[in-house]
């Protein structure tokens, strides 16, 4: 069945077109476990970093970066000030590029990562 499919795909599409989309899928495969593991590295420093802190996190809403520095970042750091870790997850939506996990300010970081930190 599986030779039927690939064989199917090659006839529709020709061989060149099959193997550079299979070759690509797996490098985006093989990108996203780097990340993942170079990501959850990062959160397990910083969390052995502060191993007693309370942590609060904040669900991905709005991006830090947005224009008009808003009540959620100056909640964000004003916490964080309190002795209290703190996560504002960021959608990654016009103004931020974050990958993986950047700090703000003491005990406050800005990260993409919401299914890391949410577990």
């Known amino acids: ?9 090659i006839k529709q599409k020709g061989l060149k077109n ?26 397990t420093h910083i969390l052995n970093k502060y191993p007693t802190q309370t942590i ?10 947005i224009p008009l520095f808003q009540r959620p970042q100056h909640l964000a750091k004003n916490i964080a000030k309190q002795n209290i870790l703190y996560f504002f997850c960021t959608p990654n939506g016009l103004y931020d590029h ?11 970081y800005i990260t993409n990562r919401f299914d ?4």
Request: glycine share 4%; hydrophobic share 40%.
């Open 1 to 9: 069945m599986f030779i039927k499919k690939v064989y199917t795909k």
């Open 18 to 43: 099959v193997l550079y989309y299979g070759i690509k899928q797996f490098v985006n495969k093989v990108e996203k476990t780097r990340s993942l593991t170079k990501h959850t590295n990062e959160l």
């Open 56 to 65: 609060m996190i904040l669900p991905p809403l709005v991006d830090w970066n």
């Open 98 to 108: 974050i990958d993986g996990f950047e700090e703000v300010s003491e005990k406050c």
């Open 116 to 119: 890391l930190v949410d577990q």
